[in-house]
Every structure is written in C-alpha cells, then in structure tokens.
C-alpha cells in the first residue's frame, strides 16, 4: 500500500456498532461517541464515517426538514458519510438478531425502496458538504439467506431484476449530481452469496445478460464490500478472492476491515490444552449475533455450522482442526489470550489490492460486536474504536 496513489484512501468507522432505530439515536450517538473517535485520531481534519441507518432512521429522515439539518450537522462537525451500510434493515441491537439481519432479502420489494431510500439520503448529505465528494458506496445484504427450500433460478432472477433496477435509479443520479453511489455486495458465510465465486457467477448469470450500455452502467453502480473477516471464515486466500474480481472486471466499492477469531486445535499439545481452548472458545457464544463457524479439517475439507454453539456441540469434547469463527473482534488484536485472530489476512488483502486512478479506496473499520464480546475484553467504546483508526493508519504506512 506504499506505492503511490493521486487520491488519498477514505477510512471510517461502521456506526453500526452504535444502538439506535431512530433518528435521535443516531444523531445521539454520533455526538457521543464519533466526535470523541474524532478528537483522538482526526482532530484536525475531517473524518469518514460509514453511516448506518435502521429502516425507520431513514424513514424519519425522507421528511426534508430532517434530512437538512442532519446534513448541516455533519458538515459543521466535518464528519463525512462516504460510506453506508445498507446491510441491517432493523434493529441491530435487539436482544436476538441472529438470521432477522438477512430480512428484508433482495427478492423483496421492502429492500429495493429501503437501498434506494438510502441511496438518496446519502446524496443529500454528500451535496451538503463543504468538500465535494463524487464517488460514494453504499454495502448490501448477498441477497439474503436460502431458505429450508433452498435458492431457485427464479429466486435469483428476481434479485437481479430489482439490483439492475436499482442500477437505473442511481445511473440518474449520477446524471444529476455528478455523484457516483455504487451499491457493494457483501458476501458472508452462509449466505446465498457467500464467496467471490458466488458473486462473479452471479453477476455473469443474472446482472450483465442485458447489451453493452446496461452492461456499463450495472459494473459503474453495483461491485462488491469485501468483507476481510467473512472472506477469512471461508478459508478464501485475500489475493485469490480480489484476484476473481478484477478477472470479471468487477469493482470492489469498498472494503470492510474486519477481523475473525481463529481456534487452531493442532497446535494444541495435548488434552488439557486443547480442553482449555475449547473452553474459551465457549466464552464468544451469545445470542444476538449468528456467529458462523468453518472448520478446516485435517484431510483439507471444509465443514461449516450455521453458528458457534452448534460447531461446539458437533464437536464434542475432542475438537480437531483450525476453526475460523464470524464473530468480529478488535483489529489490533493478534491474539485473545488462547484464541487467534485472522489479523494477519488484514494486511494480506492491503498488499492485494489494485489501486483505481479515479477514485479513492474506501475502507470502512467494522467492528460492530464490541458489546457482546466476553466481558474480560470490553473497553469503552470510543476508546476501542480510536484505537483501531490509529493500528490501521499505521497499517496502510507498511
């Protein structure tokens, strides 16, 4: 990431980690914890902020009235919302999420208005801000999660069918403002889309069938949000999963930086060692989040669990292998005592990347489970997330 680049990266924080469904309590927490994240690590000039917004958040801010002093805020605390995150259509926080976040999925007309509400939204605030900004991107659910009937042609031809439709509104945009908004697939574990395979053969099947002009304008509007710790949990090389995207000439949008848990049980030397990793491997199960699980095993397979607590229950007392966890923990950290990290795949997929000439790279930090991390391994949030800015500056300097 050292070589030289005509635009500077982007770098932000994902607000999703903060809890609040409407409007107040997001402009709420902003004031609360974003400006501090500011004062500690952007003091001086502004900084980005990947925004989330609940369904109902946006719904409140459709009312212009709304929509303009938000942005006047934003702008007079020289927070920039290059970014949003369009994955988590509720709320976030409820006691138990688990597959809620995958509903709406993009089969489903509440996603198409609730993207395109977004995507409007972030025009606005984008032309209220003192610096121009003409590229932004907004992340999306891998069309959602299959169901107990599994994924039909038909299911996936209507979640082409609307995306390509999406495509058009924003191709107006862009017609009108100058303001380039690319809504970016994300593919996570388990989902219908859960690895770059999946998402070249998706935009070859049901994206780029149209003539060349739609063609053009679908890979100018939608690419993908390469999440580093879900492309991690499905034991994809950093290099190997960009490497598919640029041969389909696919655009990356964005990149999440995000770090999984890692639980190597070969390295363990005997049975009280690995007993005892097991153990604080039990101690990242809890209900909120669906944490899925993939385990390498020793012939090379892969075998993945929905969640946590079922890969520990298939298990047993005798696990084996090298278990890879979705549960995003702190970037800085190496290790959790015991537990590893995928750390080491952050700057794995830095050294891959392929700077673009007319635009900056977007990268949006999004640890969002510093709340239900085990209790030994909480700090104050603002404090957690201001020191994952600064690690991650340091990171691009390498």
Not at 12 to 28: I, P, R
Not at 133 to 153: N, Q, R, Y
Not at 252 to 267: L, P
Not at 277 to 284: A, D, E, K, M, V
Request: hydrophobic share 35%; net charge negative.
């Amino acid at each position: 990431m050292s070589q030289p680049n005509r635009l500077q990266p982007v770098i932000g924080y994902c607000t999703n980690v903060h809890a609040g469904v409407n409007l107040s309590e997001v402009q709420e927490n902003l004031n609360r914890y974003s400006l501090e994240v500011k004062k500690n690590v952007r003091p001086n000039t502004p900084m980005g902020i990947g925004l989330w917004l609940s369904h109902t958040a946006s719904r409140d801010l459709l009312d212009q009235n709304s929509l303009h002093r938000f942005a006047d805020w934003l702008d007079q605390h020289s927070l920039v919302p290059f970014t949003f995150n369009g994955f988590p259509y509720s709320n976030f926080h409820q006691p138990v999420v688990k597959h809620k976040v995958y509903e709406p999925d993009w089969s489903q007309p509440e996603r198409f208005q609730y993207t395109l509400n977004l995507a409007k939204i972030q025009l606005q605030l984008l032309l209220s801000q003192t610096k121009p900004v003409h590229f932004a991107t907004l992340s999306t659910l891998p069309l959602g999660w299959p169901s107990k009937e599994g994924v039909t042609t038909d299911y996936m031809d209507q979640c082409g069918r609307q995306l390509i439709q999406l495509c058009e509104e924003l191709a107006k945009i862009r017609e009108q403002s100058d303001i380039r908004i690319m809504v970016c697939l994300e593919p996570e574990p388990g989902c219908v889309l859960d690895t770059a395979k999946d998402v070249c053969q998706f935009f070859e099947e049901q994206l780029l069938t149209g003539d060349a002009d739609q063609s053009e304008r679908i890979r100018n509007h939608i690419g993908v949000c390469h999440d580093v710790c879900h492309s991690s949990v499905m034991f994809e090389g950093q290099d190997d999963a960009l490497s598919q995207y640029r041969q389909h000439n696919i655009d990356i949008g964005k990149f999440q930086i995000s770090s999984a848990i890692e639980a190597d049980f070969e390295r363990c030397k005997d049975a009280t060692q690995r007993k005892a990793l097991l153990s604080q491997l039990n101690t990242f199960q809890e209900p909120r989040y669906l944490h899925q699980t993939s385990v390498k095993n020793l012939d090379g397979s892969v075998t993945f669990h929905q969640d946590l607590s079922l890969a520990i229950k298939d298990a047993g007392s005798c696990p084996t292998g090298i278990w890879r966890v979705h549960f995003h923990v702190p970037l800085f950290a190496s290790s959790l005592d015991l537990v590893g990290t995928t750390q080491k795949d952050i700057q794995s997929c830095l050294n891959s990347i392929e700077r673009p000439a007319d635009r900056p790279l977007h990268f949006e930090l999004e640890t969002y489970a510093w709340t239900v991390l085990p209790e030994p391994l909480r700090v104050p949030l603002a404090e957690g997330i201001s020191q994952e800015m600064t690690w991650f500056d340091k990171q691009l300097e390498n």
